[in-house]
C-alpha cells in the first residue's frame, strides 16, 4: 500500500473522529437542556 495512500486514510479517518466527537459534545449539551427544562 502506498504511504501516501495510508497517510491519507489515517488523516481522514481522525477527522472525522474529531469532528463526530464535536458533534455527541454538542448533540448531548442540547439534550441535557431539554432534560432539565423537561425535569423542571
Known amino acids: 500500500m502506498?504511504?501516501?495512500v495510508l497517510n491519507?486514510?489515517?488523516g481522514t479517518t481522525s477527522r472525522l473522529?474529531?469532528?463526530s466527537?464535536?458533534?455527541f459534545t454538542k448533540a448531548f449539551q442540547v439534550?441535557?437542556?431539554f432534560y432539565y427544562k423537561?425535569?423542571?
Open 8 to 10: 491519507f486514510i489515517f
Open 17 to 19: 473522529k474529531n469532528s
Open 21 to 23: 466527537e464535536t458533534l
Open 31 to 33: 439534550g441535557l437542556r
Open 38 to 40: 423537561v425535569c423542571e
Open 2 to 4: 502506498n504511504f501516501f
